[in-house]
T-cell receptor, first 113, second 114 residues
Framework: NAGVTQTPKFRVLKTGQSMTLLCAQD?????MYWYRQDPGMGLRLIHY???????AKGEVPDGYNVSRLKKQNFLLGLESAAPSQTSVYFC????????????FGQGTRLTVV | GENVEQHPSTLSVQEGDSAVIKCTYS??????FPWYKQELGKRPQLIID?????GEKKDQRIAVTLNKTAKHFSLHITETQPEDSAVYFC?????????????FGTGTKLQVIP
C-alpha cells in the first residue's frame, strides 16, 4: 500500500518552461488536492477534485491547470513557469462527504530560475 | 470563505514542559478540525482531530480542545520530547458548497530544547 505518491521529487525549471506534476493514490479516495507550501504561509490550495472527471479552483489557481482523467491520478500543470511558482508542492487525497484525514504525498520541490 | 489564524508562529520549550498552540476560525459551519505534524523535509501527517460535537479529545500526550462559541481550538502537548520538534498545522473543514473544504493555518514551528 503506497498511499499517495508524487513524481518528480525535485525539479528545476527555467522561466517560461512548462511541466506536469503527477499524483497517484491507491486508497480509492474520491477527493484529491494540490497545495503549495511557502515559508510562513502554510498550505494553500491550488486546485482540487471531488471525483473522476471533475476539477475546481482553490485559493491560488492562477498559472496552474489540473486534470483528473482517472480516479487514482491527479495532474498539476504549469503552463509557463515563473519564479513566483518556486515552492514545495503537495498532493493529498481523502474520502468524500464525511470530513476525514487527508493523506499527503512526499512533496515536490520546484525551483524556477 | 473560511479564515484560520494560528499562533504562535514559533515556540520554544524545554524538554518536559508543555506546549500549547492556538487557532481561531471564522466560519461557524466548520465541523472538523484536524492537526498535522510536519517534520523537516517530510510530508504533513495527522496527529489528532476533533469534530464539532466534541469539546475535547486526548491521545496520550496530545490533546485538542474546541470552543465552538468562541470559534477557537487548541493543541496541547504535555511532557514534550525532542522528537516533538516539528511544524504543526491546524485546519478547519466545512461542508459549504456540498463538499468538505479544508483551510489550513500558517503553521507553528515547535522547538523542544533538550
Amino acid at each position: 500500500n503506497a498511499g499517495v505518491t508524487q513524481t518528480p521529487k525535485f525539479r528545476v525549471l527555467k522561466t517560461g518552461q512548462s511541466m506536469t506534476l503527477l499524483c497517484a493514490q491507491d486508497m480509492n479516495h474520491e477527493y484529491m488536492y494540490w497545495y503549495r507550501q511557502d515559508p510562513g504561509m502554510g498550505l494553500r490550495l491550488i486546485h482540487y477534485s471531488v471525483g473522476e472527471g471533475t476539477t475546481a479552483k482553490g485559493e491560488v489557481p492562477d498559472g496552474y491547470n489540473v486534470s483528473r482523467l482517472k480516479k487514482q491520478n491527479f495532474l498539476l500543470g504549469l503552463e509557463s513557469a515563473a519564479p513566483s511558482q518556486t515552492s514545495v508542492y503537495f498532493c493529498a487525497s481523502s474520502y468524500s462527504q464525511v470530513a476525514t484525514e487527508a493523506f499527503f504525498g512526499q512533496g515536490t520541490r520546484l525551483t524556477v530560475v | 470563505g473560511e479564515n484560520v489564524e494560528q499562533h504562535p508562529s514559533t515556540l520554544s520549550v524545554q524538554e518536559g514542559d508543555s506546549a500549547v498552540i492556538k487557532c481561531t476560525y471564522s466560519d461557524s459551519a466548520s465541523n472538523y478540525f484536524p492537526w498535522y505534524k510536519q517534520e523537516l523535509g517530510k510530508r504533513p501527517q495527522l496527529i489528532i482531530d476533533i469534530r464539532s460535537n466534541v469539546g475535547e479529545k486526548k491521545d496520550q500526550r496530545i490533546a485538542v480542545t474546541l470552543n465552538k462559541t468562541a470559534k477557537h481550538f487548541s493543541l496541547h502537548i504535555t511532557e514534550t520530547q525532542p522528537e516533538d520538534s516539528a511544524v504543526y498545522f491546524c485546519a478547519a473543514s466545512n461542508p459549504r458548497g456540498g463538499y468538505q473544504k479544508v483551510t489550513f493555518g500558517t503553521g507553528t514551528k515547535l522547538q523542544v530544547i533538550p
